[in-house]
């Protein structure tokens, strides 16, 4: 890519579980400095409800933020929680 003149500007690893019954997907996600994270993806609104219940939580303990979103909302966290002269 940088014989095209691009520059990387990020990497990241991750460690991803898939996880598939009928047309619904599990992923777990686990990436530095971030608990790790399942994203269920389905087809319906009512399927993803059905098994976040099935998994013992509640749809007001989910959130519907992407990957990106995550790692953003956890390196707000991390910079919030150091003092100011340190941000």
């Not at 991803?16 to 047309?23: A, D, H, W």
């Not at 509640?58 to 909302?73: A, I």
């Amino acid at each position: 890519f940088e014989k095209l003149g691009l520059r990387r500007i990020h990497e990241h690893t991750k460690h991803r579980e898939s996880y598939k019954i009928g047309s619904v997907k599990f992923e777990i996600d686990t990436l530095k400095d971030i608990p790790p994270f399942l994203e269920i993806e389905a087809p319906s609104e009512e399927l993803v409800a059905q098994y976040v219940q099935q998994l013992g939580y509640t749809l007001d303990q989910t959130t519907n933020m992407n990957g990106e979103q995550v790692r953003e909302y956890y390196r707000q966290r991390k910079k919030d929680a150091l003092p100011p002269m340190i941000k």
